[in-house]
């Protein structure tokens, strides 16, 4: 994951946009969890990870490829199970 400044100095160099404001900060992705029965393992991240991103991307995913429900849901519920405690999220 880059720094701060990285992005930074990476936005400043293409030119196009100026940062008035960068914040960082470290993503609970386990936050709010309950318990809840699934098929994807709990406390590694890889379920509240995925369903934010199914939350941005399924609805461009699904017009671009004409894809159903079910198969959204499946992409994104394999999704999830590849972040691990490993992972440099």
């Not at 100095?9 to 609970?28: C, H, P, T, Y």
């Not at 609805?59 to 394999?78: L, M, Y």
């Not at 999704?79 to 440099?88: F, I, Q, R, T, V």
Request: proline share 6%.
């Amino acid at each position: 994951m880059p720094s701060a400044m990285e992005v930074e100095a990476e936005v400043q160099k293409q030119g196009s946009f100026a940062i008035e404001r960068l914040e960082v900060w470290d993503m609970n992705w386990d936050a709010g969890y309950e318990g809840e029965v699934t098929s994807l393992p709990a406390g590694d991240g890889g379920y509240n990870l995925s369903k934010c991103t199914e939350a941005v991307f399924g609805p461009v995913i699904a017009h671009n490829f004409d894809s159903t429900s079910e198969i959204i849901d499946e992409v994104f519920k394999r999704y999830g199970l590849l972040p691990s405690k490993e992972s440099p999220i």
